[in-house]
């Protein structure tokens, strides 16, 4: 129960040791033809580029960078914890030029200071932020500001790690144009691919590019001649088959719960789970109406020591929860209810660990 | 059999279903350092610096080219097949001189062509060169082409994404100083890793960078937070926690078998299937003494649908063989006799199925 990888269901474990087949097989291009339009389903997106990237979480963020961020490209970086200060690490790192529009660590992105950066910077082309941030627990208003930047010209490329599955988004409904997310959180399956969508205004700036992208293996243009399906599948890597076998499962079964049902049930335990913590006397970092409700960023009560409480829950009750990152390390506790660990069962569980090694 | 995936043990199927737990938790770091070991055990090097990349084996490549070369240093690419082409693309996406060593398709790399490049090119920095070919089947004389490098005082950068496990790869006695693999090859396991070793020189070279590193995800300096093992543990990135699984099996299973058996039975099943094709006609592409065991790669007979041919292998036998790429598409067939599948049942298994296809 910590910020991921949550807990995987036993039937995606039992998909990831099926046998390895091809990656040119046709029963297997078949299934990467399912598992976009089970991510389009995920991601409520028509986007045609809709696919796995076969690499974590920050793959699939470099991957947005790169190919949308050409060197002198003006991109308001929006940080309000440790995910917005890797975006704007891969803005640096791709030549582009950032604004940083920041917020205090455990609150939502500022719309105001977006439309502000805006103002003062009318030439950006790019608004990037996090839709959940990891590291704290805090939801951003995705649909006001990807509003702001559309209003400006300019496209929005969302971190949406943690929220995909857990929580509504609506790639076309906000008029999101890139968006990246991870198996490991909400999606419950394990670590190791990048959900990501691009929207055709997105496309159209990769296409445009005067300069090519800096990364072999991240680049659109290539990745596609595999992933599109579009005539001729032509090799560009080896795909990670088992993993994408245990993605396809658990996308199956997002589709068998519904996605509303999904998001309905991440809200009523996360509910359960704040009255819980409430009693045993911690406070949430966020402010009830920025909370994430499958991220809960509690902090640590005054006396208790951080890390000998942590390895109690693991070494005693086989209990994972996350630490604080950044300027919060030390100070909270993070606790997941991502996916499958987002169950009756588990809330029970964890409240009375929890009380267990905090003396309660 | 194509050119990988190979075929994927049930001993590490099941490895890949256990239970996922954190990337942080003390049980799973035990673990990776036991693989670190076992793949030190696997590269025959005492590289400090030795472990898997959480990509495929384009992702090694990669981190090996946007660490060790800098805008401006002049690179060696020798091109003898479509993997040297993919290094090429990566010296220049990283701002890198190259200067291009082209043999035949189908030949190993000619050394004295090598050592004529470092004769005209004193300044050169870094050698890179494909120790197997997988879209041939051909083996360089990776000692050979290393020791002019030193002699030059340049680098050696070497891809042995079909050799590692399957034919000699000695890193320490041949002096390589930076070389990727890939999971789903010799090793056995399923794709999506990519195992890299570095020498001092090389991590000497990276931390001498005057430009940062253009990937932020591939960063050596970041990465190393998490892998190294040494003190505080940091987050970098959420590992691939089952894949991982399945290589630390892979590398167990390899470390029970001995890698010299490992080298032997790819050979003695190399010289079986050998004997088998040319009884059916086939003549292979690659001259005998700079053949890889593990990956035969040999002409279409005159008369052949190639496409048809390897439709009905796969419909009626459940057997893959991998086709021709680039210039080669279309003419060659490429049989990957690879870790688990480099075995008396495949090789008897494989003829039938061509004699049957072949109408011999």
């Given at each position: 129960m910590g910020p991921g990888p949550s807990d995987v269901p036993r039937?995606?474990?039992d998909a990831m040791a099926r046998p390895t087949i091809g990656h040119l097989d046709p029963a297997f291009t078949d299934m990467m033809e399912q598992t976009k339009t089970l991510l389009r389903y995920a991601f409520q997106t028509g986007n045609k580029l809709t696919f796995p990237v076969s690499g974590p979480g920050s793959v699939g963020m470099e991957t947005c960078f790169v190919n949308l961020v050409e060197p002198?490209?003006?991109?308001?970086?929006?940080?309000n914890g440790v995910f917005g200060g890797r975006m704007l690490e891969n803005v640096k790192r791709c030549g582009g030029v950032p604004v940083?529009?920041?917020d205090a660590w455990g609150r939502a992105v500022d719309a105001?200071?977006?439309e502000a950066a805006f103002a003062a910077n009318p030439d950006t082309k790019?608004?990037?932020f996090v839709h959940a941030e990891t590291s704290t627990g805090a939801q951003s208003d995705a649909a006001a500001l990807a509003a702001i930047a559309r209003k400006h010209g300019a496209l929005t490329l969302m971190d949406c790690v943690t929220s995909l599955g857990g929580t509504p988004v609506l790639i076309d409904a906000w008029g999101i144009d890139a968006a990246y997310s991870g198996s490991q959180k909400c999606l419950s399956c394990t670590p190791g691919l990048s959900p990501v969508t691009f929207s055709e205004r997105a496309i159209e700036k990769v296409r445009a590019r005067k300069t090519p992208v800096q990364s072999w293996f991240m680049d659109l243009?290539?990745?596609l001649g595999y992933w599109s399906g579009e005539g001729k599948r032509t090799y560009h890597h080896t795909a990670p088959i088992n993993p994408l076998y245990g993605l396809h499962e658990a996308l199956v079964m997002l589709a068998e719960e519904g996605i509303?049902?999904?998001w309905a049930r991440h809200r009523t335990m996360h509910e359960q789970l704040k009255t819980g913590l409430e009693k045993l006397g911690l406070s949430f970092v966020?402010?009830?109406?920025?909370r994430l409700p499958q991220l809960n960023s509690v902090y640590l009560p005054a006396d208790v020591d951080d890390a000998a409480c942590r390895a109690r829950l693991l070494s005693e009750f086989n209990l994972e929860i996350g630490a604080g990152l950044g300027v919060l390390a030390g100070k909270i506790w993070r606790i997941g209810l991502m996916g499958a660990s987002a169950s009756q069962k588990n809330v029970d569980y964890c409240l009375k660990a929890l009380a267990a090694v905090l003396g309660k």
């Open positions: 039937r995606i474990l002198g490209d003006k991109v308001i970086v929006c940080i940083v529009v920041e105001a200071k977006v790019i608004l990037a243009n290539l990745v509303e049902n999904a966020v402010p009830e109406d920025e």
